[in-house]
């Protein structure tokens, strides 16, 4: 799962069941689409295909910055909250703010209700990045308070209502929010453009940039990164605040397509969001994993979630289905992440003090043959 | 007691252990006799280690055999191993910090009662051990509570605790204080009167030595030599330990030293875990540029601490640490590299590597300021890096793309200090470079450390065998608590510096 930053060397082995495991979550999201197509003549038409992949937007944005932190070794609960939260701070915006002690009511337009609201995102992101960066609170404790409080602000700040007309107002100029949600650029919509935009910007970044290389190195062996003068401290405050802003897009872009926001929207996402990192390969250990691979964990979820409302299967079933992909994809990560410390040595004849050699033995897998067989031999 | 004593009650045959590519072990044929304390000498690395952990069932071996009392056994478990009375104190503490020191002797075979665990039962028992051990604490006192002496003598009491056959001692004595020792070695000697067959393993020779019945020495994997007390001494255990073509270099010669690059003075480093407890101790060092400095000690002396301190990590209480001349106070980590100061850390595996990562990956990584190319990453430039690189250490690997885990100890430690190489430091700190790799690659080692030092860096190296200070240093320090004991040139002899360490009886 490391192309994206392989180096240009041809030395990675390929095998027929390598390319297996790591196309998994590939061949799972063309076998849904095979399954549902044949069982619904509706699934595979390329209006219910954008109308899936809009759904799949909102997965894969906060996938994806769920990510960057898984990637640190870290985990990220409070995104769903985050959402719903950005959702209402966006709702109030358009609303007007009356600053009563000036007696005016203060109107954003909508690229700055836009921006403030994916500030608050960050915001949320940082506080959870210092909580657990400097302030050394275990990522799941600290994310998990923070899913508590701002779910419980965003239902402060309603009442527990929807907030409604998020259309805006022509008399204030603030009309045009939900563009964001219906709208289409070559009949793509909005929310699907946002998240190629924004898998091209983090695959860059993880692939291509030095932060992403930092962001691996800390992920695979933080102590080893920190020694070797990677700022392991910003890294990991950065993580959280890209996946905030992620959950602050996912929000917006939820709340406009259904031009209202609830302060419960968003609920258990966090949860989706993981399995989509978790089903796209990467290890919840941190270190391993790619946008790639997120990607088609996100489209796995949503068209098989998709797929069965088509074809009318009830929505316990599809919890139940849910379930089932998400553990055989973590089955499956442990059959590539616990086969390769196996595979390496013999691939070049060399050996790792971290193989666990007694296994070796009987390895089922006869280990292959591509590398030369002089590494680590020849260097007693 | 059955049968007589001398008798063979466990024995390895021609026992092979392979990790990945590297041979631990090499047929070896070990034989331990009832009543009898048998010692095993030998250099890091050489196999000892495994070869306890083989006959203890922490580990399997690759092929060979096992026979316990005649009979041939494989072992699945440790629990397998000690319920045939065979029982191991290991190297490394392996006790639980979080219980109490009751817990931990029983731990796994908690005695039961009508109301579950009988604690009371559990308590006495635990007390008496100690006692016994002259460790006269709390049963109900905490495992982190204690000083590591402490905790190593619990760890005694828990492997005397099953009433073993066989008792294994790996390195039981590294923590422990000389009187502590005496009375260690008092029980061994009750033990052995009782029949118990004991394997005893320390790199303090002379004190290993005292205790022995039996000697075997082990070299690179293979056995070199086995004798009675009464035939052996401390030059004989030395010869076979280090072989007669032992040759790790000279101090490299024919230039004057530099500038002044290192400049530690009245430095004091705080234990991280005990901020009363000083590790670094009003220290003073200076190092030249091209100057080779070798730092000896035992386990403990603060040699791991004044290396970190000076790379950036630890808590720096005093004093003051230039580099050229400039002060590197406040500096994080990552300045230190910019501004040419290069560690290699002790444990490879926990601060050296990324596993995660391939080769090149991980030689760049302290240096990716120099492959970037309009803000990202040049892979051409960081796959030139890489390989320049592993030209310039020697990595024996395929390419670049290689799989960290893939490459034998030796190579790993020759990527980490690759990656110091990489940031062009002025100055190079090595902590125990020589570690878990083989007699080979530790020559290559030390001849990369020459050719850094005719280069002008500063190169300063960490050991705890004697024999890699008298190769390439042109200085030896040897530290004790913290502080420099003593300071030697290129000339000085084993037993000076053994003495000055704390480790041997002046010779």
Known sequence: ?380 | MTGSFDAVVLEARNIVKNYGGVEALKGVNFEIRQGTVTTLFGENGAGKSTLMKILSGVEKPTSGQIVLDGEPVEFGSTTEATARGISIIHQELSLAPNLSVRDNIFMGRELHGAFGVDFATEAKAARELLIGLQLDIDPATLVSNLRVGQQQIVEIARALSVNSRILIMDEPTSALAATEVEVLFGIIRDLTARGVAIVYISHHLEEALEIADHAVVLRDGSVTARGERSEIDLEWIVRHMVGDHFDLGTPPAGYDFGELVLQVSKLRVIDAMNHERAVVDGLDLEVRAGEIVCIYGLMGAGRTELLEAIAGKGVVESGEIRLSGESLKGHTIAERIEMGVGLVPEDRQRDGLVQTFDVGKNLTLSSLGGVIANGLLSRKAEHNLSVDLIRRVTVKTPGPGVNIGALSGGNQQKVVIGKVVGTKPRLMLLDEPSRGIDVGAKGEVFRLLTERAREGVAVVYSTSEVAECLSIAHRIIVMRKGRISAEFGSDATKATIMAASGEAVAA
């Open chain 1, 1 to 380: 799962m490391t192309t994206t930053l392989a180096p240009p060397v041809g030395k990675k082995t390929f095998s027929p069941i390598n390319l297996l495991i790591e196309g998994r979550a590939f061949l799972a999201l063309i076998l849904i689409i095979v399954v549902f197509s044949s069982l619904s003549p509706n699934y595979l038409t390329a209006g219910n295909l954008l109308i899936m992949a809009s759904h799949v937007a909102i997965y894969a944005i906060l996938g994806m910055g769920m990510l960057l932190v898984i990637l640190n070794g870290g985990i990220d609960l409070s995104v769903g909250s985050t959402l719903g939260f950005t959702g209402i701070i966006a709702g109030f915006l358009l609303r007007g703010v009356e600053i009563s002690f000036l007696g005016i009511t203060f109107v954003p337009s909508v690229p700055v209700v836009v921006l403030l609201s994916c500030g608050m995102g960050a915001a949320v992101g940082f506080l959870n990045g210092v909580l657990i960066a400097r302030f050394k609170v275990a990522p799941f404790v600290a994310t998990l308070g923070m899913l508590y409080a701002v779910r419980g602000i965003a239902l402060l700040l309603t009442n527990g209502l929807t907030v409604n007309d998020l259309s805006g107002d022509p008399a204030l100029g603030n009309t045009g929010f939900d563009w964001l949600g219906f709208n289409r650029i070559l009949n793509v919509p909005i929310g699907v453009i946002f998240m190629i935009l924004i898998a091209g910007a983090l695959g860059l970044l993880l692939g291509r940039a030095r932060f992403g290389r930092w962001l691996y190195a800390s992920g695979g062996n933080e102590r080893a990164a920190e020694l070797s003068g990677v700022p392991v401290v910003k890294v990991k405050i950065w993580v959280y605040v890209v996946s905030g802003t992620c959950a602050g897009i996912a929000g917006l872009v939820l709340s406009s397509t259904l031009t209202s926001a609830s302060p419960t929207a968003g609920n258990t996402y966090e949860l989706t969001a993981i399995a989509a990192v978790v089903i796209g390969g990467a290890a919840l250990s941190g270190g391993r994993g790619n946008v790639r691979g997120t990607l088609l964990g996100a489209f796995v979820i949503g068209f098989l979630s998709d797929g069965l409302v088509i074809v009318g299967v009830s929505a316990y079933w599809q919890m139940v289905f849910t379930g089932v992909v998400i553990v055989g994809a973590v089955l499956l990560n442990g059959l590539q992440y616990g086969r390769r410390p196996k595979k390496s040595p013999t691939q070049t004849g060399g050996g790792g003090q971290t193989a666990p050699a007694d296994k070796r033995g009987n390895d089922p897998v006869p280990n292959s043959d591509h590398q030369p067989a002089q590494t680590g031999t020849s260097s007693r």
